[in-house]
């Protein structure tokens, strides 16, 4: 099997799908795309992603590419059989929350990063940053009263759903959350971070900040 995943360090996109390959025990291999210097917007990739975003999947083996993590996400379920709910119920659960990450959480999240950290200090939006750190911690309330007396985000196994949450709550540079004021969620995290073929995202896939410093 050769699936390439097209990502970088810093995208907790493409984190929930390296994490889902990873988890879920598929062999797969990182393509670096360098994101700070365009690459995502280039002809080249454009060609095969007409959003311009990353994460990618190619699996060469059945010639079929693949963009959005959700999708892709839902593909490695198709391919491993693992992740997912036991029921159809809680597989349409996990769907569920995959999509109010997508909308509610990781939206915000990864933007919210970015005006903070990585455009240079005197263009960074602080009107905007507000307004999204506010709609964050209603994300972060919503995911941690949901966690309350629960192991994981569905059923009685960590899912796609646990992946897609996450996305973005490993990273180290700041954007509005301090685990520690999320019991649930903190716990969780370190629950979720127990688990076999769980990984770092900037272990998990090339480029970090510290390479562009
Ligand atoms: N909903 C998409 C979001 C992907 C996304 O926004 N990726 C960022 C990198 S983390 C990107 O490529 N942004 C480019 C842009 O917004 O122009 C997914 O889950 O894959």
């Not at 999204?132 to 209603?138: P, T």
């Not at 520690?180 to 090339?206: C, V």
Request: glycine fraction near 8%.
């Amino acid at each position: 099997m050769t699936l390439k995943l097209y990502c970088f360090g810093e995208s907790g996109n493409a984190y929930k799908a390296a994490l889902s390959l990873n988890m879920a025990g598929l062999e797969w291999e990182p393509v670096y795309v360098d994101f700070f210097n365009g690459e995502a917007r280039s002809e080249e990739y454009r060609a095969l992603n007409v959003m311009g975003e990353v994460p990618m999947l190619i699996d060469t083996d059945h010639d079929y590419h693949l963009t959005q993590s959700g999708a892709i996400q839902d593909y490695v379920v198709h391919l491993s059989g693992k992740l997912t709910g036991k029921t159809p119920e809680e597989r349409r659960e996990v769907l569920r929350w995959v999509l109010w990450d997508n909308h509610k959480l990781s939206s915000m999240a990864g933007p919210t990063r970015f005006l903070m950290n990585f455009l240079p200090e005197a263009k960074r939006p602080q009107e905007v940053i507000a307004f999204n750190k506010g709609r964050l911690n209603a994300a972060y309330k919503v995911l941690d009263e949901h966690l309350e007396g629960r192991e994981w985000v569905v059923g009685d196994h960590a899912t796609i759903a646990d992946i897609s949450c996450c996305g973005y709550l490993y990273y180290p540079e700041p954007f509005g959350f301090d685990r520690k004021e999320f019991p649930n969620i903190d716990a969780w995290l370190t629950r979720l971070s127990e688990q076999p073929g769980w990984a770092h995202p900037y272990d998990l896939m090339p480029g970090s900040p510290a390479d562009r410093a």
